[in-house]
């Protein structure tokens, strides 16, 4: 089971939950990923890959902790494992950017 997040450019996305989920669903099938990390998102990136390191470059002995990221023009959408859930939902400040928003459930552990 996994826990998943999404952090956002808010200005760029619905605000209503069913034209969000048509506007994900079609961004998750057709966007070309950047080549480089938007701007937006890269202070919260580096934070939080400091507290869950990518899951392709993770340490065997913190693979609890990795995270699987994939990183878009307007969102990163990231995938923890269920036991990470809990801290992940305490990492959800994206940083001093008031641009970006957090998609995510509070755990229920």
Known sequence: ???????????????ELEPL???FQKHME???LPEKTPELFSSFLEHITQVFPPLQD???DRLEEACEYEIHEDFVYLCFSYSAAERAWHCKTPGENQS???L??????
């Open 1 to 15: 089971m996994s826990y998943d997040v999404m952090v956002f450019h808010h200005g760029k996305l619905p605000s």
């Open 30 to 32: 057709e966007d070309v």
């Open 21 to 23: 989920r048509r506007w």
């Open 58 to 60: 993770c340490p065997e």
């Open 100 to 102: 970006s928003g957090f």
């Open 104 to 109: 995510g459930r509070e755990p229920v552990l």
